[in-house]
């Protein structure tokens, strides 16, 4: 976790892909040495299973990192060379912007498209902050606007668009 901290994130899948191509190297080796049944295989097994507990665990850790650094960024510190500046640059990437408008279109509701096209403007810059709203907004079910009915969410729109504009 220490090196997702200081800004290099590696893939979480990397260790299942290490595990899992030694494993095969150590299964191959294991067959030409003559082992055969169970021999054979509890080595080769052993280490792809280590590999698949890496790849979680690595995974549960950024997004525990992911979510203290969205907590923290929501809380108004939304400065790029912040200790969670590498996670304001994930938030703000053309990317991200682009993904979220597009599941902002796919919502059936017409008020949306406010905060789409700011989104979808990545010329002009936005606030991690307001990207991490809007992440609610679309993948929080539970205490999103667009599913509470019959509450208005325009309200919530309004205050979105406004914390996702950059003081120039």
Avoid: N
Wanted: charged share 25%; proline share 5%; hydrophobic share 45%.
């Amino acid at each position: 976790m220490e090196a997702v901290q200081h800004g290099v994130r590696y893939a979480p899948w990397f260790p299942a892909a290490v595990c899992g191509s030694s494993a095969t190297a150590l299964l191959a080796v294991c067959d030409a040495g003559g082992l055969r049944g169970s021999m054979l295989l509890t080595a080769p097994i052993t280490l792809a299973c280590l590999g698949i507990f890496l790849a979680v665990q690595r995974w549960e850790d950024q997004h525990k990192l992911r979510s203290s650094a969205d907590a923290w960024i929501a809380r108004g510190y939304d400065i790029a060379r912040s200790r969670y500046g590498w996670r304001v640059q994930e938030l703000t990437c053309r990317r991200e912007r682009k993904l979220l408008a597009a599941a902002l279109r796919r919502i059936e509701d017409g008020r949306v498209e406010a905060l789409a096209a700011c989104l979808d403007d990545t010329a002009r810059p936005v606030s991690a902050a307001g990207v991490i709203a809007v992440r609610r907004l679309v993948d929080d079910c539970a205490t999103s606007p667009l599913q509470q009915r019959p509450c208005d969410p325009a309200p919530r729109f309004a205050e979105i668009l406004e914390l996702l504009e950059v003081c120039r």
